[in-house]
């Protein structure tokens, strides 16, 4: 007989392993199945996390080439240490891929090592490496299987000369020349993290903005200053080819509505033209599960797949492919499951840009907020202005608030600076309660902090601000 559990959820990427730790908690027995040898997804192991690692070395690098002298430290035969700074990366993920193995033991839950597979609804199939497979029974199923790069079409990838952000995160030299395909949030990341190190960079974007989605404002003056980094941006352009036969890689650019083509040369491409849910060989079809039109799984609010007993979260299912959107998923599935009311607000999901400075959003961005024919308002405040930000060197970016015009409720808001990502959180809090730039204006902020900068910004939708 096989074993029996309540739920049983195949991928344990940020989304699966909170679900079975949250569901855990409640009461459930739960077992998850992941095709990897360690657990946390893509983003522990080949995403958010050794990303991370790399784009805090290589920033401190660049601090300690480009500000240090200004800071009065004299820094004498500055180098890279690239193995040291992959080992450093690698060291993180381990770190954190072993501390999920540790949360699952100590909740209890069983983890299966093979592919997941659904059998029927109710049984699920792990297919290990070597070994035979076995079939688990249980009364609830999650498909948490996360996403994969997207390929470009006719241009192959060998993960060490034209690579996907998998192969960008292990490069064993920094290139000469880096081509990156795709000026969206890894293209911008990892581009950061070798031009950091070296390589001159040019970013080829088939639209005629970077980072599309983001406020056109805040990715117009991100823009410019990626420039003054020394990024090279072609625009409205498509990579028709990458010719690998020589020393360096040839790689055919051509205006994306057509027209003359223009060959460049790189050591290395990165293709970052966004990722694909995961949805093959599950066994979905088979078991009756629908797909949507990008070939994601289709739920309803509750994460419910059209059969009864089998669920989806994450990336593999609607909207934005986040680490903490899928968890926050993950919470309120179980949350769902053990009869309570899980819920997340799908209006206040941050999201940050990891590049310096960073780039943070929340809520709606103002093009939105157009569209939608909301009259609103904008404060504005420069970190030029802001007395921390000139002690540490760090006065580049701005802070945006959007404000409805009638009810001064905060719709969305927009950093570009040092620390964005951990200062947007006040709003993303301020947001969740309904808070109007007023709350946030009349709420004293510690001086002399980067903060400062977003009470300025609110102040801004209302009578003004005070240092600018
Ligand atoms: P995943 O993390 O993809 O996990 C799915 C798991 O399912 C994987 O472990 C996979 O091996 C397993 N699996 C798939 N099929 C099967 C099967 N049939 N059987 C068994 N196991 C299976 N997001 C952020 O919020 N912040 C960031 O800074 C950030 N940085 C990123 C950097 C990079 C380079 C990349 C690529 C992504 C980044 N992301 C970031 C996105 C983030 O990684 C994803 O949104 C997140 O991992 C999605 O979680 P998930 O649980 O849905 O899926
Ligand atoms: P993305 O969707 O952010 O950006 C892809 C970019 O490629 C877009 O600008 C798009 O217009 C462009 N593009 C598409 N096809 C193209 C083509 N043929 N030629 C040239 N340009 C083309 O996708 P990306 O950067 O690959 O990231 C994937 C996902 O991973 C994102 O959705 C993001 O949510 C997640 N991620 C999040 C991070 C974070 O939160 N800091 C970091 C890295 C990834």
């Known amino acids: 007989m096989s074993e029996q559990f309540d739920l049983t959820i195949i991928g344990t990427g940020p989304g699966g392993y909170v679900c079975a730790i949250r569901a855990a908690q409640l009461g459930m027995k739960v077992a998850v199945v992941e095709k990897r040898a360690t657990h946390g997804g893509t983003c522990l192991n080949i995403g958010c996390i050794p990303s991370k690692a790399l784009l805090h070395a290589s920033e401190l690098y660049e601090e300690a080439g480009h500000n240090f002298a200004k800071l009065g430290i004299a820094v004498d035969g500055l180098n890279v240490d690239l193995p040291g700074m992959l080992k450093h990366k ?41 070994g035979d497979a076995q079939v688990i029974e249980s009364k609830h199923i999650v498909i948490a299987t996360g996403s994969d790069s997207a390929n470009l079409p006719g241009i192959e990838i060998d993960e060490k000369r034209v690579v996907t952000s998998t192969g960008a995160i292990d490069l064993q030299e920094v290139p ?7 000026a969206g949030v890894i293209g911008l990341e990892l581009g950061s993290v070798w031009a950091r190190l070296g390589a001159e960079v040019t970013v080829v974007e088939f639209l005629d903005r970077i980072l599309p989605g983001m406020d056109g404002e805040v990715a117009k003056n991100f823009q410019r200053t990626l420039k003054k980094q020394g990024f090279k941006f072609k625009l409205s352009t498509k990579v028709t080819n990458v010719d690998k036969s ?24 990165l293709v970052a033209i966004g990722r694909t849910p995961y949805t093959e060989g599950l066994g979905l079809e088979e078991a009756g599960v629908e797909l949507d039109e990008r070939r994601r799984v289709k739920t309803d609010d509750h994460y419910k797949t059209n059969v009864d007993g089998i669920y989806a979260i994450g990336d593999v299912v609607a909207g934005p492919m986040l680490a903490h959107k899928a968890e926050d998923e993950g919470v309120a599935l179980a949350e769902i499951l053990a009869g309570q009311a899980g819920h997340v607000n799908y209006d206040v999901i941050p999201g940050v840009v990891y590049t310096n400075p960073e780039v943070a959003s929340v809520g709606k961005t103002e093009e939105e907020v157009k569209d939608a024919g909301i009259e609103y308002k904008v404060g504005k ?4 202005a802001n007395g921390r930000a000139k002690a540490m060197l760090a006065t580049d970016g701005f802070v945006k608030i959007i404000a409805d015009k009638n009810t001064d409720r905060v719709l969305g808001a927009h950093i570009v600076g040092k620390g964005a990502g951990e200062m947007i959180h006040e709003l993303a809090v301020l947001m969740e309660f309904g808070g109007s730039a007023e709350d946030l204006a009349r709420t004293c902020h510690a001086h002399p902090t980067m903060s400062e900068a977003v009470r300025e910004a609110a102040m801004g939708c209302g009578d003004g601000t005070i240092h600018m």
């Open 90 to 130: 690698d060291d993180t993920v381990k770190s954190n891929t072993s501390g999920i193995e540790f949360l699952f033991k100590k909740n209890k839950i069983t983890a299966f090592h093979g592919w997941g597979s659904i059998e029927a609804p109710g049984k699920v199939k792990v297919t290990p490496d070597e």
């Open 176 to 182: 000469e020349k880096m081509i990156v395909v795709g």
């Open 246 to 269: 020589g020393d360096k890689l040839n790689v055919t650019v051509e205006p994306a509505d057509g027209g003359e083509a223009e060959a460049l040369d790189a050591d290395v491409v």
């Open 381 to 384: 405040f420069q970190f030029t």
